[in-house]
């Protein structure tokens, strides 16, 4: 099994099995997910750091403005089970696309990352597609 889809495969059964925790952090309690976003951008910066890895996500509006997002995600250990890290989330400054979860409470640019998909096409998946 090459690296990359052992990664991917890895970080599928981690989050299978860190179902639980997610309830306990309660995803479901801070963000709509009943509604999902998709927003196009960079990752400006990653906090890397526990409990929740947050992603600053700069998305650029219709009149030139630049909005930044942040984006929590999957706790250090699950990333670093799956084989990832900081520099690989940074993407070398690539275009991305995310699929997110808005808070729930209606902060502004405030999110909770399901999947990041690079210009080049590859992307990591941090929540199952429903």
């Given at each position: 099994?090459?690296?990359p889809l052992r990664r991917h495969a890895f970080l599928a059964l981690a989050l299978a099995a860190a179902a639980p925790g997610f309830a306990h952090h309660s995803v479901g309690g801070e963000f709509n997910v009943h509604k999902k976003l998709t927003l196009t951008g960079v990752v400006s910066s990653v906090e890397w750091a526990n409990p929740h890895i947050y992603v600053h996500f700069d998305v650029q509006g219709p009149r030139g403005s630049v909005a930044e997002w942040r984006l929590e995600t999957v706790p250090v250990?699950?990333?670093?089970?799956a084989g990832l890290t900081k520099a690989m989330l940074m993407g070398n400054a690539q275009t991305a696309t995310v699929d997110i979860y808005p808070a729930r409470d209606g902060t502004p640019h405030l999110g909770y990352m399901l999947k990041i998909t690079y210009q080049d096409g590859h992307h990591y998946q941090f929540a199952p597609d429903k």
């Open positions: 099994m090459a690296a250990a699950m990333m670093r089970k």
